[in-house]
T-cell receptor, first 115, second 115 residues
Framework: GAGVSQSPSNKVTEKGKDVELRCDPI?????LYWYRQSLGQGLEFLIY????????KSGLPSDRFSAERTGGSVSTLTIQRTQQEDSAVYLC?????????????FGSGTRLTVV | AQKVTQAQTEISVVEKEDVTLDCVYE???????LFWYKQPPSGELVFLIR??????QNEISGRYSWNFQKSTSSFNFTITASQVVDSAVYFC????????????FGTGTRLTIIP
């Protein structure tokens, strides 16, 4: 597609439930990134994919968080047993190999609210 | 480790005034990239500029200009003759050029232009 697509745009879930957030990157972009932006905060790196592998998962805050990418395209971020502190906007970005050279394109994000 | 500091949390100026947003970075890499993004109230991150570490030339794009100084590890952003549409949160970010090119973001500066 023309841009990075994320779904859903908004998600309200009850504490303790699992949620799945989806990112559809720009076609042909091999690198994909997940970031989290808590209210009034900067952007926190979560995980990086190159193709289907995730060489850097260092930003995942706990083992309740996991992500996968299939076919070198769509990625899903899963949060299990959600907690209120998981409430944030989750942003996805994609780039060609060499994001520093070619730049990053961000999606509009998924706003997650845990009640 | 990489770090980006945006010391100004919030700035308010009257329309048509000039305003400079500060960004100071830390990195051990000799090759790196610096970015500025704008996040308007709609939430989507809008790419403004990318600069590599070997290019210290200042850049001007319309009312926007950027001053990159390696000697002080700074990459400041100036808006000339500010307009209400410039009101947004502005993020400075840093990436390296070695495989995992995740962006390290500053905490952002909220700019409010008063009509």
């Amino acid at each position: 597609g023309a841009g990075v697509s994320q779904s859903p745009s908004n998600k309200v879930t009850e504490k303790g439930k699992d949620v799945e957030l989806r990112c559809d990157p720009i076609s042909g972009h091999t690198a994909l990134y997940w970031y989290r932006q808590s209210l009034g905060q900067g952007l926190e790196f979560l995980i990086y994919f190159q193709g289907n592998s995730a060489p850097d998962k260092s930003g995942l805050p706990s083992d309740r968080f996991s992500a996968e990418r299939t076919g070198g395209s769509v990625s899903t971020l899963t949060i299990q047993r959600t907690q209120q502190e998981d409430s944030a906007v989750y942003l996805c970005a994609s780039s060609s190999t060499g994001g520093g050279n070619y730049g990053y394109t961000f999606g509009s994000g998924t706003r997650l609210t845990v009640v | 480790a990489q770090k980006v500091t945006q010391a100004q949390t919030e700035i308010s100026v009257v329309e048509k005034e000039d305003v400079t947003l500060d960004c100071v970075y830390e990195t051990r890499d000799t090759t790196y990239y610096l970015f500025w993004y704008k996040q308007p109230p709609s939430g989507e991150l809008v790419f403004l500029i990318r600069r590599n570490s070997f290019d210290e030339q200042n850049e001007i794009s319309g009312r926007y200009s950027w001053n990159f100084q390696k000697s002080t590890s700074s990459f400041n952003f100036t808006i000339t003759a500010s307009q209400v549409v410039d009101s947004a949160v502005y993020f400075c970010a840093l990436s390296n050029n070695f495989g995992n090119e995740k962006l390290t973001f500053g905490t952002g500066t909220r700019l409010t232009i008063i009509p």
